[in-house]
C-alpha cells in the first residue's frame, strides 16, 4: 500500500506542477483580458440576477436552485479541510495564491456557466436539460473532438465516485464526529491491516450513506431544493462564527496578513530557497483553490445548464458569483482564522487544524470548537456528496446516450462509496481527488481556450442589447429606483 501510495503521490506531484498551473491561471487571465473584468465589473449585477430569476425560458429548476446545486457541490471540505491541509502543507502564503486563483477562475467560471447554457440540449425523452463541458466540446468544438467530451465524462464520473465526490467528505466527516465523540480511540469496532475504526466512525460513515441515498435516488429537483434550503444557510453560520473569531483576534491580523503576504513570495524562506518554498506555496493554493470553488474544473456549468433561462451570458453572471463566495468568502474566513491563531504551527493535519482555530480562537475551549466544526463540516460536505452526485449523474448519462437503467445502477455506487470513504488514509484520499481533479480539469481548459471567441462575441451581443433596450435591463432600473428613494 506504501508504495502505491508513494507512486500515486508522484502522479499527483507531476499532473499539479507548472504546466497546469500555468494552464489554469492562464486561462482565467486571458478571459479575464479578453472579457474586460467582466467579473469585477458585474459582480453587483450578478448578485442581483441571483435574487431575481428569469420568468421565462426552459430548464429544471430556477438560476438560484441551480447555482445552489453548484455551491451545494462547491462548498464542503476544500473550504475547510482543504485550505488547512493547503496552509500547513504550502505555508501561509497558500492563501494569497488560493484566492488570486479565485479572482481569475470567476471569469473561467462566467465562460463555463455561459457556455452551458448555449450548447445545451434536450435529453431524448424530453425529460430534462442536459448540459456542461462535454456538450460545449462536442457541440462547439465539433464532432471530430467528441473523444475529448467522453474525456471529460469519463473522469467525471470517476471523481465523483472516488474523489472529491464521496470519499474526500465523507472521511472529513467522520473524522471531526469521532474527534468530538471518541477522540482516543478508545471504543473500536474492528480492525482492518493494523489500523484500528472506532463505533463512532462506523457509525458515521452508516448514517452519511444512508442520508445520502435518502436524497440523491430523487434526482435533480430533490437535490436542488434541498439545496436552495440548506447552502444559504449554511454560508451565512460559517461567515457569522468565522467574522466573530476575527473580530475577537483582531490585533493578530496584521502579523497575519503580513505572513501571508512574506509566504506567498518565499520571503520567509532560507537563503536559496524562496524559489522553492513560492512555488510549494503557489502550488498548494491552486490546487486547494481549485478544489474548493472548482473554477476550471468542468462541475458548476453541469449544474448551470439545468437552470431556467434564455441568456447564456445571464446564467453565466450567476455562475461566477460561486468562486466568489466559496473562496473570496468562505475560504478567507478558514485561512485567516488558521493564521491568525497560529493553528498550522499545532503539529496537527486536516480538520484538526480548523477544530483548533476555532476551538482556540474563541473563549469556548477547543471541545466546543470541535463540535461547531463537526457541525458545519457535516453540513458542507454533505451538499457536497449531493452535489457531486448530480454531476456524476449528468457525465454517465452522456457516457452511456441516456441509458437510465446504468445511471440508477451509479447512485447506489455513490452511496457505497460514500459507506466506505471514512476507512481510507487521509493522504490516499486527497492525492486521489487532487488526481482526478487535474485530469477533468485538462479537457475542460482546453474547450474553454477554444472557445473563448464564442464567449466574447456572446459577452458583447448581451450588454449591446441592454444598452439599445432590446432587453428589458432590470438591474438599471433597480439601481434608478434606489437612487430615487
Not at 448540459?131 to 467530451?149: D, T
Not at 485530469?439 to 462575441?457: E, H, Q
Not at 458583447?460 to 428589458?472: A, C
Request: proline residues 2%; hydrophobic residues 50%; charged residues 15%.
Amino acid at each position: 500500500m506504501s508504495q502505491f501510495q508513494a507512486i500515486l503521490e508522484l502522479i499527483d506531484k507531476y499532473i499539479w506542477g507548472v504546466p497546469l498551473i500555468v494552464l489554469i491561471i492562464g486561462t482565467g487571465l486571458l478571459l479575464t483580458i479578453r472579457l474586460a473584468g467582466v467579473q469585477f465589473r458585474n459582480l453587483r449585477r450578478a448578485f442581483y440576477y441571483v435574487f431575481h430569476s428569469e420568468t421565462e425560458g426552459e430548464g429544471d429548476v430556477s438560476s438560484f436552485g441551480a447555482l445552489s446545486t453548484a455551491l451545494a457541490a462547491t462548498v464542503g471540505t476544500g473550504n475547510m479541510v482543504g485550505v488547512a491541509t493547503a496552509v500547513v502543507t504550502g505555508g501561509a502564503g497558500a492563501l494569497f495564491w488560493m484566492e488570486l486563483a479565485a479572482c481569475v477562475g470567476m471569469a473561467t467560471t462566467y465562460a463555463e456557466g455561459l457556455l452551458s447554457i448555449k450548447y445545451r440540449v434536450q435529453s431524448e425523452n424530453g425529460g430534462h436539460k442536459l448540459g456542461g463541458p462535454f456538450y460545449y466540446i462536442q457541440n462547439g468544438m465539433g464532432e471530430r473532438w467528441k473523444w475529448l467530451a467522453k474525456l471529460f465524462a469519463f473522469f467525471g464520473c470517476v471523481a465523483g465516485v472516488m474523489g472529491i465526490g464521496t470519499i474526500t467528505q465523507v472521511n472529513s466527516i467522520v473524522s471531526s464526529m469521532n474527534m468530538v465523540f471518541d477522540p482516543n480511540n478508545e471504543n473500536i469496532a474492528f480492525s482492518i491491516g493494523g489500523n484500528d475504526y472506532s463505533w463512532a466512525t462506523t457509525i458515521g460513515a452508516v448514517v452519511v450513506a444512508a442520508c445520502t441515498a435518502l436524497v440523491v435516488i430523487g434526482g435533480i429537483q430533490r437535490i436542488a431544493n434541498f439545496a436552495s434550503f440548506v447552502v444559504p444557510a449554511m454560508i451565512l453560520g460559517y461567515v457569522l462564527m468565522g467574522t466573530v473569531l476575527i473580530i475577537y483576534n483582531w490585533r493578530h491580523i496584521p502579523d497575519a496578513i503580513v505572513e501571508i503576504v512574506q509566504s506567498a513570495f518565499g520571503l520567509r524562506a532560507v537563503a536559496g530557497g524562496a524559489l522553492g518554498s513560492m512555488m510549494l506555496a503557489l502550488q498548494m493554493g491552486v490546487a486547494r483553490g481549485i478544489f474548493s470553488n472548482e473554477a476550471g474544473l468542468g462541475s458548476a456549468p453541469i449544474a448551470a445548464s439545468a437552470a431556467t433561462t434564455k441568456e447564456p451570458v445571464r446564467q453565466g453572471l450567476i455562475s461566477m458569483t460561486g468562486p466568489f463566495l466559496d473562496t473570496i468568502v468562505i475560504c478567507t474566513m478558514t485561512g485567516l482564522s488558521i493564521v491568525i491563531t497560529d493553528a498550522h504551527k499545532a503539529g496537527v493535519e486536516g480538520v484538526a487544524v480548523t477544530i483548533k482555530a476555532f476551538g482556540g480562537g474563541l473563549p469556548w475551549g477547543e471541545h466546543w470548537g470541535a463540535i461547531v466544526v463537526c457541525i458545519c463540516l457535516t453540513i458542507f460536505a454533505y451538499t457536497t456528496i449531493l452535489g457531486w452526485d448530480f454531476y456524476g449523474e449528468r457525465c454517465l448519462e452522456y457516457l452511456t446516450n441516456g441509458r437510465m437503467k446504468i445511471v440508477k445502477a451509479y447512485r447506489w455506487i455513490y452511496v457505497l462509496a460514500v459507506l466506505i470513504g471514512p476507512f481510507l488514509t487521509l493522504s490516499f484520499v486527497w492525492t486521489i481527488a487532487d488526481i482526478f481533479n487535474a485530469a477533468m480539469a485538462f479537457p475542460n481548459l482546453v474547450a474553454l481556450l477554444a472557445l473563448s471567441g464564442v464567449v466574447v462575441k456572446e459577452t458583447r451581443s448581451y450588454f449591446d442589447r441592454l444598452k439599445t433596450g432590446e432587453l428589458h435591463d432590470e438591474w438599471k432600473e433597480h439601481k434608478l429606483a434606489k437612487k430615487q428613494k
